[in-house]
């Protein structure tokens, strides 16, 4: 089988070609440049955009807010409470305990001694006056003229 070429003139070739380059030129590089500017700038730019306002703002912001709460509520909480319960309870136990115990053994054991020692000898003499007064009123003779008259 034979196939026929068909020989295209020089001058056609060269209008055809800057045919075919103001088409490619003007028709798809305006095409491109069209769809590049308005759907890739407007809404990949939008949707970036968007993306990053909307995703990463709210739910990165919302996922770091409430990581950071759930963190420092969580690890600060048991942090004080370890710590009141560590450390404030080894004060109570210890510091206090000692100090506390100290104080009842040299302060108010030797303030209530001596208080008790000394209200006791108070006391004492306080009897012992009572009962010379008893007895000094016992020893008088007994007399009537106290009594009003009839």
Not at 15 to 29: D, E, G, K, R, V
Not at 73 to 88: G, K, L, N, P, W
Request: charged share 5%; net charge positive.
């Amino acid at each position: 089988m034979y196939i026929k070429t068909i020989e295209v003139p020089r001058c056609a070739y060269g209008h055809i070609h800057t045919y075919n380059h103001a088409y490619i030129h003007t028709y798809i590089h305006t095409y491109i440049h069209t769809y590049i500017h308005t759907y890739m700038h407007a809404c990949m730019h939008t949707y970036i955009h968007t993306y990053i306002h909307t995703y990463i703002h709210a739910c990165i912001h919302t996922y770091m807010h409430t990581c950071i709460h759930a963190y420092m509520h969580t690890c600060i909480h048991a942090y004080i409470h370890t710590y009141i319960h560590t450390y404030i309870h080894a004060y109570m136990h210890t510091c206090i305990h000692a100090c506390i115990h100290a104080y009842m053994h040299t302060y108010m054991h030797a303030c209530m001694h001596a208080y008790m020692h000394t209200d006791r000898h108070a006391m004492h003499a306080c009897m012992q006056r009572l009962v010379l007064q008893q007895l000094l009123v016992l020893s008088m003779p007994m007399s009537t003229n106290w009594l009003p008259s009839v």
